[in-house]
T-cell receptor, first 112, second 115 residues
Framework: SQKIEQNSEALNIQEGKTATLTCNYT??????LQWYRQDPGRGPVFLLL???NEKEKRKERLKVTFDTTLKQSLFHITASQPADSATYLC???????????WGAGTKLIIKP | KAGVTQTPRYLIKTRGQQVTLSCSPI?????VSWYQQTPGQGLQFLFE???????NKGNFPGRFSGRQFSNSRSEMNVSTLELGDSALYLC??????????????FGPGTRLLVL
């Protein structure tokens, strides 16, 4: 069955630099992949979706890439700010309908 | 538009008890999914409901059950609680479900502690 791997170690980035987070999947290429942000004690909030026929998607300081050959999506935050500190989750369709499977998330810490 | 609401926000129970959690989706959303989240774990899918029908169920024991009402509000029930059931329970709503990549809108979650 499909599995997702995200770097479980926290990522520490200096303010103003670009943060890059990785989401790897193991089996078939999904029709799409989503990225969410989760703050402590809150539910995830949707950020971006990228479909299998798209190589790159941008939204303000956020950029997502999708490489079906590497079975990987990269999530970039440019000009990072302390307010970007959160856990970032990737999600993609599971083996059966109406189900998303989720990575464990990567905690991002932006230091002033 | 009001967001997804979940009640209660916090709950403390003892082993063997049962618990019912409630989720009110965004107005107009007919799909509700439930997830369990524990530290270091991704969201684990419990089940998804659409128009009062369960369309999919994750790999959880039968102690976990749910239902959806005609107004799309949903409840999940956990019977015979175990210590390992301590977690953040999240519900998410969308118009029609996740198949087409719809955005999932999450509630704040119910934090359950089993002693």
């Amino acid at each position: 069955s499909q599995k997702i791997e995200q770097n479980s170690e926290a990522l520490n980035i200096q303010e103003g630099k670009t943060a890059t987070l990785t989401c790897n999947y193991t089996n078939y290429s999904p029709a799409y992949l989503q990225w969410y942000r989760q703050d402590p004690g809150r539910g995830p909030v949707f950020l971006l979706l990228i479909r299998e026929n798209e190589k790159e998607k941008r939204k303000e300081r956020l950029k997502v890439t999708f490489d079906t050959t590497l079975k990987q999506s990269l999530f970039h935050i440019t000009a990072s700010q302390p307010a970007d500190s959160a856990t970032y989750l990737c999600a993609l369709p599971g083996d059966s309908n109406y189900q998303l499977i989720w990575g464990a998330g990567t905690k991002l810490i932006i230091k002033p | 538009k009001a967001g997804v609401t979940q009640t209660p926000r916090y709950l403390i129970k003892t082993r063997g008890q049962q618990v019912t959690l409630s989720c009110s989706p965004i107005s107009g959303h007919r799909s509700v999914s439930w997830y369990q989240q524990t530290p270091g774990q991704g969201l684990q899918f419990l089940f998804e409901y659409f128009s009062e029908t369960q369309r999919n169920k994750g790999n959880f024991p039968g102690r976990f059950s749910g239902r959806q009402f005609s107004n799309s509000r949903s409840e999940m029930n956990v019977s015979t609680l175990e210590l390992g059931d301590s977690a953040l329970y999240l519900c998410a709503s969308s118009m029609a479900g996740t198949s087409g990549g719809e955005t999932q809108y999450f509630g704040p979650g119910t934090r359950l502690l089993v002693l």
